[in-house]
């Protein structure tokens, strides 16, 4: 194979990995179909077959792209860490190499966020992907620096707030920017460390519970104390209790719904 094939080769798997990239950013990774990547990439159907299998082989590839360095970052630098005893500084730790990624990358903040927002949306769906259970490790291994750090809570409840934690994050990652006017990854990471594990106090475990109860000491405001059930709510009283890669998310997006930032 001549290198100008090779060359248009890799152009290709490329492009196919941007077109859908760049459609995920909008419409989230259910809503595109493979025609719909083909037309921006200007490929045909059998590329993405060829490059990655299936629809699933590019969407597991994009989401690896994306999370191997969170993973990466958030392992090395708990390993640098020989004592921590404070709540704030660890969820720091766990939480700043996203910051530090998207600045070494230079890449605009709020496509950034977007896109790994919907990443982290996604990995619940790919329990076998290699990057996903290197990230179901590396936070455990968090999660267990935690429980020393709360005493009063026992591993359910811990591993529920650290779970409410990535749901919120990956929340406001993906609509962040519609929430709050001047949406800032850094004012987000800041606002996660003090408040999400200082104010809530003891919750069940189950991902159905009352949703004002539930929330954080953050400046939000009920739309209405007693609304009725909506669709997602009732899809999520009937899930079996989960890791939080899943339940948890959609627990929190019903949070966001409703309610408004001040």
């Not at 970052?73 to 720091?92: C, S, Y």
């Not at 934690?165 to 990854?185: A, E, I, K, R």
């Not at 104010?199 to 069940?204: A, I, L, Q």
Request: charged share 25%; glycine share 4%.
């Amino acid at each position: 194979m001549t290198s100008e094939a090779i060359e248009r080769i890799d152009g290709t798997k490329k492009r196919l990995l941007e077109a859908m990239e760049n459609l995920v950013l909008e419409r989230g990774f259910d809503a595109v179909s493979v025609r719909d990547i083909t037309g921006v990439a200007k490929a045909n159907v059998a590329a993405v077959n060829y490059h990655f299998g299936s629809r699933e082989g590019l969407v597991q590839a994009l989401v690896e792209q994306r999370l191997r360095p969170l993973v990466m970052l958030r392992q090395e630098e708990l390993a640098t860490v020989e004592k921590i005893t404070d709540i704030e500084h660890l969820l720091g730790i766990w939480l700043m190499p996203m910051l530090t990624i998207q600045q070494q990358m230079k890449e605009d903040e709020i496509r950034y966020c977007r896109v790994m927002g919907r990443c982290l949306e996604m990995a619940h769906a790919l329990p076998s992907a290699a990057v996903v259970q290197e990230m179901r490790k590396v936070d455990d291994a968090y999660l267990e620096k935690m429980m020393p750090m709360l005493p009063s809570d026992d591993v359910t409840t811990v591993r529920w707030k650290f779970r409410s934690c990535l749901g919120t994050l990956t929340y406001v990652l993906v609509h962040g920017h519609q929430m709050m006017p001047d949406f800032s990854l850094q004012a987000h990471i800041d606002l996660l460390k003090t408040t999400v594990f200082s104010s809530m106090g003891r919750v069940p475990s189950a991902p159905h519970i009352p949703l004002i109860e539930a929330l954080p000491s953050v400046p939000l405001v009920p739309v209405s104390p007693e609304p009725p059930l909506i669709p997602e709510e009732q899809e999520a009283s009937a899930l079996p209790e989960d890791d939080g890669y899943g339940g948890k998310f959609l627990f929190w997006k019903i949070i966001a719904k409703r309610c408004q930032v001040n």
